[in-house]
């Protein structure tokens, strides 16, 4: 199912999985990831320094949460669940009501938010963190990684 979801996004097709005996791992092929972020590149230098490190720290933390095979599919599941529920067009309560469109959002994320502070570990973190450094750093948006 986390296949399907992730093929949905774009960002996975058949190649991307890698087959070890009778276990299967899922991962995001590195070209993909490299397509994205030239994507992003020029939105991110329009946004600013400060959202661009937010965005793509959040970003790699995907990552290593998808690539971690210690993280069980269902949790991976919920993340994109989640990410997909707040992205999306359709809410139960519509985003055009203001404040109060988003407080179905702002539940789901925060309930994600707690279940996550379980399973994501501090050395994920600073992994992302590191690799979003180094994008901006890649992108001249920053001067030291």
Do not use: C, H
Not at 44 to 54: E, I, L, P, Q, S
Not at 76 to 103: A, N
């Amino acid at each position: 199912m986390i296949d399907d979801i992730l093929t949905r996004l774009g960002i996975k097709n058949e190649r991307d999985f890698e087959n070890e005996n009778t276990d299967r791992k899922t991962f995001v092929s590195d070209e993909k990831i490299k397509n994205f972020l030239n994507n992003l590149k020029d939105k991110a230098k329009k946004v600013g320094v400060v959202v661009a490190r937010k965005a793509l720290q959040g970003f790699y933390l995907l990552l290593e949460i998808m690539r971690n095979p210690e993280i069980s599919t269902i949790d991976k599941i919920l993340v994109v669940g989640v990410i997909l529920y707040i992205i999306k067009r359709g809410d139960l309560i519509p985003d055009s009501l203001g404040i109060f469109g988003l407080i179905d959002d702002a539940t789901f994320a925060a309930l994600e938010y707690k279940r996550l502070k379980k399973i994501v570990t501090p050395e994920m973190i600073r992994n992302a963190n590191q690799k979003a450094e180094n994008q901006l750093f890649d992108w001249g948006m920053v001067d030291v990684a």
